[in-house]
């Protein structure tokens, strides 16, 4: 079965350096993949959507790569502020509405 | 602002007592799910309607239901919840491809 691995271990970060953090699937690639952030008991809200045509996608701070070959994207958050503080969720969608969420990497920015 | 709205955000319940979760949307997509998350992990997808079209997840258990009575609303019915019910209950729409997420339901199974 497909499956998400999303580095369960915080990633702790001081203010203004870059935050990266890593997806990586197993089995089949996706038509494409999302990144969504969720804070504590609240929904997940999407941020960036990439195509499996597409290496990089850009949206002001953030930047997405998708690399099928080696069945990872990578999520970057540059000059990072503690409001970036929260749970990153990357998501595989194969289609017909399946959509398989990671268990996400929880990011602190320390001020 | 058009949203997501789930109801209520906290569900208090006990052992084999139904319950009822809502969604609505004002989104007017014609795509809903609904996914479980427990803490720290991903979120389950239970169930997707696309318009009345239901579509079950192949390991979602029978104690949970679903309605569509119309475009903007859905619900999800645990007909006997267990302890291991407790969890988010998280509530989406779709354009077909982004997810717009209510804040949830956090239900508590005592």
């Known amino acids: 079965s497909q499956k998400i691995e999303q580095n369960s271990e915080a990633l702790n970060i001081q203010e203004g350096k870059t935050a990266t953090l890593t997806c990586n699937y197993t089995n089949y690639s996706p038509a494409y993949l999302q990144w969504y952030r969720q804070d504590p008991g609240r929904g997940p809200v999407f941020l960036l959507l990439i195509r499996e045509n597409e290496k990089e996608k850009r949206k002001e701070r953030l930047k997405v790569t998708f690399d099928t070959t080696l069945k990872q994207s990578l999520f970057h958050i540059t000059a990072s502020q503690p409001a970036d503080s929260a749970t990153y969720l990357c998501?595989?969608?194969?289609?017909?509405?399946?959509?398989?969420f990671g268990a996400g990497t929880r990011l602190f920015v320390k001020a | 602002d058009a949203m997501v709205i789930q109801n209520p955000r906290y569900q208090v319940t006990q052992f084999g007592k139904p319950v009822t979760l809502s969604c609505s949307q004002t989104l007017n997509h014609n795509v809903m799910y609904w996914y479980q998350q427990k803490s720290s992990q991903a979120p389950k997808l239970l169930f997707h309607?696309?318009?009345?079209?239901?579509?079950n997840e192949a390991d979602t258990p029978d104690n949970f239901q679903s309605r569509r009575p119309n475009t903007s609303f859905c619900f999800l019915d645990i007909r006997s919840p267990g302890l291991g019910d407790t969890a988010m209950y998280l509530c989406a729409t779709s354009n077909e491809e982004t997810q717009y997420f209510g804040p949830g339901t956090r239900l508590l199974v005592l």
């Open positions: 309607y696309y318009d009345k079209d239901f579509n």
């Open positions: 998501a595989l969608e194969f289609g017909g509405f399946k959509t398989i």
